[in-house]
């Protein structure tokens, strides 16, 4: 049972920065055990530009533990093939503002998994976007 | 324009179907189709037990569409570094995790910290920028 992510960020704004390829397999907090639970992947279509609860942590059918080793991927994927890179979706915990996911932009954070910090998404325009997610996560 | 692209490619057999997700992105500045973030800070240090620290030394242009890639280096799974945005726990890095997140900045309060834990971590960071205020000299 094994939940693995691999990063290559490659750049030309400095000279000489070599670029940065790291993997990680999500594990439990403070062991080397695997990562047991997951809210399986998920997307949600976004037309408001009203903040909604990506994940709702109350409200999880498997109840993940607090503070520990939970982590989120988020990816903006535009809608209907067009991606607009030009316009985002803040995604906050417990409406602390973390980014905006412009078009096309991906995502992968850490998560207390505390019942308040709910994740959000608040749209930039009206017009409709759609995030694609993923958290996985410790029983509680 | 400067080029920096992000890929990630995430696995996982935790459901019936394995799952497998690839994507890239090519980091624009905030509200561009054609100009790509041309500022960036690289860094690599141990911090020790206890101690937080302001992730960022200047600040950069708030709201825009910085990037922060941060990685726990340290071999030992026990030690992990808690990471706030103001005070807002975000949560925790063990040893050999990675985030990647957009970095809004909004205002001073939004500055991104990190608290060592378990024992002296070694951390290494990114940030992919349009901007940063520097610190005047003394």
């Not at chain 1, 067009?82 to 979706?89: A, C, E, P, R, Y």
């Not at chain 2, 890239?24 to 620290?53: H, I, P, R």
């Not at chain 2, 825009?64 to 990471?83: G, P, Q």
Request: with cysteine; charged share 20%.
């Amino acid at each position: 049972m094994a939940t693995t992510a691999t990063i290559s960020i490659s750049s030309d704004i400095a000279p000489g920065f070599g670029g940065i390829s790291e993997s990680m397999n999500l594990t439990q907090a403070g062991n080397l055990t695997d990562i047991d639970s997951t809210t399986g992947f998920s997307i949600r279509k976004l037309s408001t530009n009203s903040a909604v609860d990506l994940i709702t942590m109350a409200n999880e059918l498997v109840e993940p533990k607090d503070s520990v080793a939970a982590k989120i991927f988020i990816r903006n994927i535009g809608h209907k093939g067009v991606i607009d890179k030009s316009v985002g979706v803040t995604i906050g915990v417990n409406s602390e503002p973390i980014g905006l996911l412009y078009g096309g932009d991906w995502m992968m954070m850490p998560l207390t998994c505390i019942d308040a910090d709910d994740i959000t998404a608040t749209p930039a325009t009206d017009d409709t976007v759609v995030l694609e997610y993923v958290m996985f996560y410790e029983e509680a | 324009m400067a080029t920096t692209t992000a890929a990630v490619t995430l696995t996982s057999d935790l459901m019936s179907t394995n799952m497998s997700v690839s994507a890239s992105t090519t980091c624009m500045k905030a509200g561009t189709t054609a100009d790509g973030l041309d500022g960036m800070e690289y860094g690599y240090f141990d911090l020790v037990t206890g101690d937080e620290y302001d992730l960022i030394g200047a600040t950069p242009t708030a709201s825009k569409a910085s990037k922060l890639y941060l990685k726990n280096h340290s071999t030992d799974e026990t030690y992990f570094v808690a990471i706030t945005q103001g005070t807002q726990a975000i949560g925790k890095l063990y040893g050999g995790d990675w985030m990647f997140i957009p970095a809004d900045f909004h205002d001073a309060a939004g500055e991104i910290a990190i608290t060592a834990n378990g024992g002296t971590n070694k951390i290494c960071y990114a940030l992919f920028h349009e901007g940063i205020t520097k610190d005047a000299s003394a």
